[in-house]
């Protein structure tokens, strides 16, 4: 069962790119790695998906170097709307293993 | 646009009550799960549905949790003689895909969770 590690808190300024790494030195062949958006009171939100090397959507790009015992959530000009928990999923067959998650804090 | 849907959002029991939590989940997804919240800490795996069958439950902390989806839509969790460290946010999510080894491949949609009281 793959366990993820993060960092418990981050700070960022408005405006900076915002860089989230989480280890997961036991993932398998079949794993994805998923990361979400949760604000308080609220179910976590999907922000992006990928397997290997990188992938870009709208609001993030996931990198994910070749041995992918690691994955980095970048998230490009935060506004004060992304102070939130970031988990990262990684996806083992019928189980589910949530990192513990990331606090970030966006400053004006 | 319909999202997963939980109910009740709050409930407050006293310890050795029942209780049923309640998640409707988005119509045509084949896959359903539970998590259970602890305050300030990551969701943790209770269960998983594909359609009416459910093909894991090893993340049910005890015999007293059960969990159902007779139809393959709405699914129920239930909690039998609640124990204060019961209490938590149980969150649903449901996914388009099956699993064939593939779910890795397929985004999960949360609800926003039933915050479960036990006093």
């Known amino acids: 069962l793959a366990k993820t590690t993060q960092p418990i808190s981050m700070d960022s300024y408005e405006g900076q790119e915002v860089n989230i790494t989480c280890s997961h030195n036991?993932?398998?062949?079949?794993?994805?790695i998923t990361w979400y958006q949760q604000f308080p009171s609220q179910g976590p939100r999907f922000i992006i998906q990928g397997y290997k090397t990188k992938v870009t959507n709208e609001v993030a790009s996931l990198f994910i170097p070749a041995d992918r015992k690691s994955s980095t959530l970048s998230l490009p000009r935060v506004s004060l709307s992304d102070t939130a928990v970031y988990y990262c999923l990684v996806s083992s067959g019928q189980n589910f293993v949530f990192g513990p998650g990331t606090r970030l804090s966006v400053l004006p | 646009g319909a999202g997963v849907s939980q109910s009740p959002r709050y409930k407050v029991a006293k310890r050795g009550q029942d209780v049923a939590l309640r998640c409707d989940p988005i119509?045509?997804?084949?896959?359903l799960f539970w998590y259970q919240q602890a305050l300030g800490q990551g969701p943790e795996f209770l269960t998983y549905?594909?359609?009416?069958?459910?093909?894991?439950k090893s993340g049910l902390p005890s015999d007293r949790f059960f969990a159902e989806r007779p139809e393959g839509s709405v699914s129920t969790l239930k909690i039998q003689r609640t124990q204060q460290e019961d209490s938590a946010v149980y969150l649903c999510?449901?996914?388009?895909?099956?699993?064939?080894?593939?779910?890795?491949?397929?985004?999960?949609?949360f609800g926003d969770g039933t915050r479960l009281s036990i006093l």
């Open positions: 036991n993932i398998a062949t079949n794993d994805y």
């Open positions: 999510a449901s996914s388009l895909g099956s699993w064939q080894g593939l779910l890795g491949n397929q985004p999960q949609h």
């Open positions: 549905f594909q359609n009416e069958a459910q093909l894991d």
């Open positions: 119509s045509g997804h084949v896959s």
